[in-house]
T-cell receptor
């Protein structure tokens, strides 16, 4: 089991550019979560999916953020256009009903 | 929403010392996990413990769900235990749903 795989590990981009973060969940895990970690706000949930369907996107900060889960083995989080305040570590986590959550290694995003 | 409070916010130990970290939560939960975020930023699951007691080597955890708190014990601490320890909980009637995190305890273990 390779765990939750996120890419890229690091991303540096200029303000105004589009950024796409990727996540491959653990096989058989039917819930997927995108979290953002900053010093000021800690770990906060952006959106989560269950069986590929978005359940709660109330944490998505604004329309510049969007997430998709086209199938059970892939999800993306897109920021367009990116801004310096989006700089953070973005984590993907997955869960199989009733059990613990497993986090990926995160993507450290820096917007300059 | 549910409130998750961790204490202490910071803890400095000498190698070999023991410590207890606490997590209080404001509502009934159906999932509670302890995570260790290492200096490289990885979130490592330590325990899935919605109730009861578990042990894994030098670490153990106890959750008293009826009193809405959980404790993480670290014995004979090592420098590699340094990092941030998070408690996270899930509420609601489903087996999925978001984890709400506490603000963490920053542990520093000196040699």
């Amino acid at each position: 089991d390779a765990g939750v795989i996120q890419s890229p590990r690091h991303e540096v981009t200029e303000m105004g550019q589009e950024v796409t973060l990727r996540c491959k969940p653990i096989s058989g895990h039917n819930s997927l979560f995108w979290y953002r970690q900053t010093m000021m706000r800690g770990l906060e949930l952006l959106i989560y999916f269950n069986n590929n369907v978005p359940i709660d996107d109330s944490g998505m900060p604004e329309d510049r953020f969007s997430a998709k889960m086209p199938n059970a083995s892939f999800s993306t989080l897109k920021i367009q256009p990116s801004e310096p305040r989006d700089s953070a570590v973005y984590f993907c986590a997955t869960n199989r009903g009733g059990l613990g959550y497993t986090f990926g290694s995160g993507t450290r995003l820096t917007v300059v | 929403g549910i409130q998750v409070e961790q204490s202490p916010p910071d803890l400095i130990l000498q190698e070999g010392a023991n410590s207890t970290l606490r997590c209080n939560f404001s509502d009934s939960v159906n999932n509670l996990q302890w995570f260790h975020q290492n200096p490289w930023g990885q979130l490592i699951n330590l325990f899935y413990i919605p109730s009861g007691t578990k042990q894994n080597g030098r670490l153990s955890a106890t959750t008293v769900a009826t009193e809405r708190y959980s404790l993480l014990y670290i014995s004979s601490s090592q420098t590699t235990d340094s990092g941030v320890y998070f408690c996270a909980v899930r509420t609601g009637g489903t087996s999925y749903g978001k984890l709400t995190f506490g603000q963490g305890t920053i542990l520093t273990v000196h040699p």
